[in-house]
């Protein structure tokens, strides 16, 4: 996916915000919110939440080392606010929930916090409140974007079939006639294990939000199926970058043409296609879910 040069203007301008915002919330004192905590307990006291965790999982959402999260749990588990604990179906998997002097030490900080958010708010008058909260929405937005990640994974691993069934799900809800993939010209999506094509699933925090498929059949274009992106992960851009990348695989396939199909009930992912490069040509399949087939020219003859 080409996201075009970053320039040493912009770099400046991310570290400057970086610096404002450390400084502004408090993360740079070690009694983080005025308990007697640094921010990473904070945040990991909140991140567990009310329920027992999956340890693994924590780290995996927080983007953390395994020694790091050890040494927290450690410290959190010393104060008597966690308990750690094998799980009882595997004992290679450690579990973590909040004691009552947790969730009582969790509730503190929540107060805590919405007086900090106050505090960053009361100086300013209506009009600039409502300019900086739009601010953070969408540097949240675009954050979250830059999170994403992409991995070939087999059309059987449970992000995949996650993705599938909860498409699956959409589509029978959305289309007129209902969805049966057993009745689609691609039934089973084992039909996209490499050599005759590829999956893809996205991931944000080590869950996954989406999910798309090229399909390369010999001798014929490349084509793009069970393309879909989680409601929650809609607007992050995702589904532009999926055509991105798939186009980018089918071109390093050696094709020069990338096909796809969709249903009329689908107008968002129209309109994305047309933007993307996509021309509506005549049907190129008997799919009986489609009413729209796009085509795109693309690699060194694109």
């Known amino acids: 996916m080409d996201s075009g040069q970053i320039n040493t203007e912009q770099i400046d301008q991310v570290?400057?915000?970086?610096?404002?915002?450390?400084?502004?919330?408090?993360?740079?004192?070690?009694?983080?919110?005025?308990?007697?905590?640094?921010?990473?307990?904070?945040?990991?006291?909140?991140?567990?939440?009310?329920?027992?965790?999956?340890?693994?999982?924590?780290?995996?959402?927080?983007?953390?080392?395994?020694?790091?999260?050890?040494?927290?749990?450690?410290?959190?588990?010393?104060?008597?606010?966690?308990?750690?604990?094998?799980?009882?179906?595997?004992?290679?998997?450690?579990?973590?929930?909040?004691?009552?002097a947790g969730r009582a030490e969790r509730g503190l900080l929540d107060e805590r916090s919405d007086e900090l958010a106050g505090s960053l708010l009361e100086p300013l008058n209506i009009a600039q409140r409502a300019r900086l909260v739009a601010a953070m929405t969408e540097v949240d937005r675009l954050l979250t974007a830059s999170t994403v990640t992409l991995a070939t994974v087999d059309p059987g691993h449970p992000d995949a079939e996650y993705c599938l069934r909860s498409y699956f799900t959409e589509l029978q809800e959305r289309f007129d006639t209902g969805f049966d993939p057993a009745q689609s010209?691609?039934?089973?999506?084992?039909?996209?294990?490499?050599?005759?094509?590829?999956?893809?699933?996205?991931?944000?925090?080590?869950?996954?939000?989406?999910?798309a498929g090229l399909k390369l059949p010999p001798g014929a274009p490349a084509e793009i199926k069970r393309m879909w992106v989680a409601p929650a992960a809609r607007g992050l851009g995702l589904g532009r970058r999926f055509l991105a990348e798939l186009e980018g695989l089918a071109a390093g396939e050696g094709r020069t043409v990338l096909r796809l199909d969709t249903n009329k009930a689908l107008d968002a992912a129209i309109g994305l296609y047309h933007s993307c490069g996509f021309e509506e040509v005549s049907a190129f399949n008997d799919e009986p879910y489609a009413h729209h087939w796009f085509e795109k020219p693309i690699g060194r003859d694109a």
Request: proline share 6%; hydrophobic share 35%.
């Open 15 to 100: 570290r400057r915000f970086n610096r404002t915002v450390t400084e502004r919330v408090g993360v740079l004192h070690d009694n983080y919110l005025g308990r007697d905590r640094p921010i990473g307990e904070a945040r990991l006291l909140w991140e567990i939440g009310e329920r027992e965790q999956d340890v693994r999982g924590l780290r995996e959402r927080l983007g953390l080392d395994s020694g790091y999260v050890s040494r927290l749990l450690r410290a959190l588990e010393a104060d008597g606010l966690v308990t750690v604990e094998p799980h009882p179906r595997d004992r290679r998997v450690r579990t973590v929930r909040l004691t009552e």
């Open 185 to 211: 010209l691609l039934p089973d999506a084992g039909g996209l294990r490499p050599p005759r094509g590829l999956f893809l699933v996205a991931r944000v925090h080590g869950e996954p939000v989406g999910c």
